[in-house]
């Protein structure tokens, strides 16, 4: 259970946060939600899939770690093994949250979760509590989370306007025989995005929709890498 609080210097002086990677950390998890302005970045290593929450008919963005619930091939013996965490893993165990007066974002933290520590770990407050280079960082994430999610609404909203996600299952065979199959997940559908006429295209892209929808698509070209990871882990038992 979540426990949140409002970071501040006087309460959480002595705080201090575990940032390698791990099960006992949170990190075991088969994919993460990922914003569009993070796109270009995601596709580097991780697929990109879309979910449909089917009680609001509105759709997220996923990352790929594995095809497990559980399963996270980028996990690596305290390492996260890519050169990009999304959004969502990196800033753990922080958050944003808002005033119930208006709209200022305040930085808040989830004291429950494991990465939370007072003994090992990165310090977030210096010996007179100013942010420490870490906290500076985390801050700067947690801003483009926050802009990724307020604007990915109407990303979300264009895919569905233009019927742009189709649903996708992928049965993997493994190297020892086995079968892995994916289902639950929508990806673009290159045949209706070509078919746009120029004048769709371009609201898209004045929109700036139209680069993140690229970017999922090319992300599916990670799949085969997420394979390979999934048959390393099964040769090294």
């Known amino acids: 259970m979540s426990s949140h609080a409002i970071l501040d210097s006087a309460t959480h002086a002595d705080l201090r946060i575990h940032t390698d990677a791990s099960r006992e950390l949170g990190d075991a998890i088969m994919s993460c939600p990922v914003m569009p302005n993070e796109f270009r970045q995601v596709q580097a290593h991780y697929p990109i899939l879309f979910r449909l929450d089917t009680e609001r008919q509105s759709f997220t963005a996923h990352a790929l770690f594995g095809f497990d619930t559980g399963e996270n091939l980028f996990l690596d013996e305290g390492d996260w093994d890519a050169r990009y965490r999304p959004l969502a ?5 922080f958050l944003i949250g808002r005033s119930p007066e208006g709209e200022a974002a305040q930085v808040h933290i989830d004291m429950a979760h494991p990465r939370v520590s007072y003994g090992d770990g990165v310090r977030v407050f210096d010996e007179d509590r100013q942010p420490t280079p870490y906290l500076e960082r985390t801050s ?4 483009a989370l926050d802009e990724g999610y307020r604007a990915s609404g109407a990303f979300f909203q264009a895919l569905q306007r233009y019927e742009l996600l189709e649903p996708f299952s992928l049965e993997v065979e493994l190297g020892d025989g ?7 997940f929508h990806v673009i559908d290159e045949d209706r995005l070509r078919a746009l006429d120029a004048a769709t295209l371009k609201e898209l892209h004045a929109q700036d929709h139209l680069l993140p929808i690229f970017m999922a698509l090319a992300s599916l ?4 890498a997420l394979v390979d990871r999934k048959n390393q882990r099964i040769d090294h038992g």
Request: hydrophobic share 45%.
């Open 221 to 224: 070209a990670q799949i085969g």
């Open 89 to 93: 893993m990196a800033v753990q165990p």
């Open 178 to 184: 086995s079968k892995n199959r994916l289902v639950g």
């Open 140 to 143: 700067e994430l947690l801003g």
